[in-house]
Structures are given as C-alpha cells and as structure tokens.
C-alpha cells in the first residue's frame, strides 16, 4: 500500500472533484493525507484522510478578479493571485512532506509553488485539473475567449491571431511568476506558462470528450475521467416532495463574483412560468432577493437532490456545476460573468447541451427565451452524460495514480494515454 498527499487550493471548486479519486485510493487500502482549505478540514477528516489546513496566508489571498472589466484583465488578476500563494505554498508543502512522509504527490494545477517543489523533488506526483485546460492544441481554438473550434486554413489563421494578440500578454505573465519559482530549483524555464499543464508525469484531467473539445494531440500524461462529481452528501429538503412542475435551478458561484444579478433577473424572467424555480445564492445574501410565489431562494441545497428533479440548471459558467449538470443529463443555460466561464459556456453550445447568454444583455425576456430553449437540449446533454459515465471517473483516477507509485518503484515508464470518448 502506498501513501498519497494531496496538496489544494483554497477552493471547494478544486477539492471536490479530487475526493471522489482520493475516497477510492482510501478504499483500496492506501494511506491518503489532505492539505486544503481550513472549513473543509473536518469534513477531510471524517473521510478517513489525515486532513489539515493548508496555510492561512495562502487562504487570505482571496480571488479578485471580479473586479476586472474585460476577461483578460480578470485572468491577469488570477495569475497575480497565483504567484502571490506560491510563495506560501513551498514551504506549506514541505511541511506536509516532512510530517506525512509519502509516497507520491497529488498537486492542484492551481498551485505553482507546490508544483515546483513536487517537480524538483524525488518522489512520483501528478497534477489534477479541475477546469478546461489552457494547452495549446492544432485541433482545439484558443483558451478562454469561449469560441468553437473551426477547420481549415481559415480557423488556423484565426486561433493564431487571437493566440498571439489576445492570449500572448497574460501567458507571458504566467511564464515570468512560474520562472521565477523554477530558477530557485534549478528547473529549465518555460518557453511558454501553459507548459505548466504537461509538466507532470501524469495530469488527471476532470472532464472528457465530447464536452472537451476532440484532440489529436493530447499529451501522454493526461487522462480524461469525466468530471469529479463528489459533494458533501446532504439531506433532500422537506418542501422538495412539494415540486411538482419541471424544475428549473439557478445558481450562483460558491467563491465571490458579484453574480448576483443573475438571481435577481432569473426570479423576474420565470415568475410567470409553468415552472418552479430554486435559487442557490451561495456567496451572494439570499436576503438580497424576493422570491416570486414560484421560487424559493437558499443560500445553500444540496444540488446531487435537485439535478435529478430538474429541466435545467440556469448558471454562471462554473465547471463544477455545469458538469453535475451534464453528468445527470440536464440541459443548462449558462451566463459567463468571468474566470473560465466565457470557455465554458462555449463547450455547451458547442456540444448543444445548452444556451448561453452574455452578462452585459441579461435582461429577463432574453433569459427567460434561452431557458426555454435550453429546455429543448436534453440529447445534448444525454449525450454528454453518457460519455463522461464512460470516462472511468475516480476508479479510473485512482488506477492512474497507483500506476504512477508502481512504474516509480519498479523504474518502468508509466503507461499512459487519454480515456477519450
């Protein structure tokens, strides 16, 4: 039996989808060891993992990219929260190294300074990505502007461009902070900050085509799982027996992004339906909001007890909602107000799993009409659950990682490849 140590940032949107992989590598008899975000700490604990917080410093660093006007600033502001942590996190995970002693690494994408040490250490380690990856591809469109890919002389052309001019600046920025880490360690420099994403020897990626758009050239290192669907279980709510017509849920991000408004223009635009409606706020203060006699407004629900009453799941773009969503084989319509959320919502109009509305043109008879029509985008997102049920998920994750601790110990590659669908 091995010992695994999973390092996060301070995210439930990044350890949540982990737990499902780590719950089964505990199941098999292996010792497995959790540095995350302080609330989460006993819930960790509960699933019989050697859990801590990791440090407070990294969790005072809190997102702000909700401040930003345009999505490129929003991104830089991201990458400066980064690099802000990784000074924190190298220490804070060699800490965890020296108390738990393991064998093999489990590293958030989000955390460069722990990346680094895990890199420039001895031991196995891999990466797991909670979100679309940014890696460049031939047959995929540039990350983040939340475009279809396009074939031909005319797409290669396009991606090029926006590549270079709309991309170019933020992903210098990233290979500058992640440079600057690696030259403490003696690592080669990156030519590009989206090398980040290959430079394990193994990346669980937490989604899977055709939600993902189709790649010729993945590297070995990632296999596709599917999403990480594990949330804390909860019980349905009494009023849930009540809901008898379709059921619509709105949602808001569980880390502050000033999405209020959503929830506000979602309640007007579906008063008036043949629908009931529940509205998680989440970071938002349910009290902010009247709930119309159709609707009832929470600050949290358990979403594992609505998915499988619901008719769509109206939200703001976050991957981890949005795939639970598909994953139960709801149609979504979806309101990017920043972070990766623009790519997102891309991916479900690509896969006609849903709709989207831009933020700057929510009003309620825009949204009400893409709720209707999202209504109508159940194959869609049928065909979407269907390939992430055969993805492999965490017994697939969990396969990987003893794979990685077997090839290390015996001095084999690790067989690798891409679970696609």
């Not at 250490?121 to 396009?150: N, V």
């Not at 440079?179 to 403490?184: D, Q, Y």
């Not at 902010?288 to 009832?296: E, L, Q, Y």
């Not at 891309?346 to 709709?355: F, N, Q």
Request: net charge positive; charged share 25%.
């Amino acid at each position: 039996m091995a010992r695994y140590l999973a390092y996060t940032s301070p995210a439930r949107g990044h350890l949540y989808p982990i737990t499902g992989t780590l719950i089964e590598l505990h199941r098999r008899g292996h010792d497995v060891a959790v540095r995350t975000l302080a609330p989460e700490v006993p819930r960790m604990q509960a699933l019989g993992f050697d859990a801590a917080p990791i440090a407070a410093a990294i969790e005072a660093i809190e997102n702000d990219d909700w401040k930003a006007r345009t999505p490129i600033g929003a991104n830089k502001r991201i990458l400066r929260r980064f690099a802000e942590r990784a000074e924190h996190e190298i220490a804070d995970l060699r800490a965890a190294i020296e108390a738990f002693a393991p064998d093999a690494l489990v590293i958030d994408i989000s955390t460069q300074g722990a990346a680094t040490v895990a890199e420039a250490g001895a031991r196995p380690w891999a990466h797991w990505t909670p979100y679309f990856t940014p890696l460049p591809s031939r047959d995929a469109p540039p990350f983040g502007l939340g475009i279809h890919p396009r074939a031909g002389r005319l797409g290669r052309i396009r991606d090029a461009v926006l590549a270079t001019a709309v991309l170019g600046p933020p992903e210098r920025q990233a290979a500058r902070s992640i440079n600057a880490l690696r030259s403490r360690f003696g690592l080669r420099p990156f030519r590009r900050g989206t090398e980040l994403w290959a430079a394990a020897p193994l990346n669980l990626y937490f989604t899977a085509e055709p939600f993902e758009y189709p790649r010729s050239d993945w590297p070995a290192s990632f296999r596709l799982l599917g999403p990480g669907t594990w949330q804390p279980p909860s019980e349905p709510p009494p009023w849930l027996d009540q809901v008898e017509r379709p059921l619509v849920l709105v949602t808001l991000s569980t880390e502050f992004q000033d999405d209020g408004k959503l929830a506000a223009v979602a309640l007007e635009a579906l008063r008036d339906e043949d629908v009931d409606v529940v509205v998680t706020t989440a970071a938002v203060d349910p009290a902010r909001f009247d709930a119309p006699p159709n609707a009832r407004v929470e600050r949290f629900v358990g979403h594992g007890e609505l998915l499988p009453r619901a008719a769509c799941v109206v939200c703001h773009g976050g991957m981890g909602i949005t795939q639970r969503a598909l994953a139960a084989g709801v149609p979504l319509c979806v309101v990017p107000f920043g972070r990766d959320q623009l790519e997102v919502a891309g991916h479900v109009t690509w896969c006609d799993a849903g709709t989207r509305v831009a933020p700057a043109r929510l009003r309620p008879q825009r949204l009400r009409a893409a709720v209707r029509e999202a209504m109508t985008k159940r194959a869609g997102a049928r065909r979407v659950a269907d390939a992430f049920a055969a993805a492999g998920g965490a017994a697939a994750g969990a396969d990987a990682l003893e794979e990685l601790v077997a090839a290390s110990s015996t001095r084999l590659p690790v067989r690798s490849g891409v679970r696609a669908t």
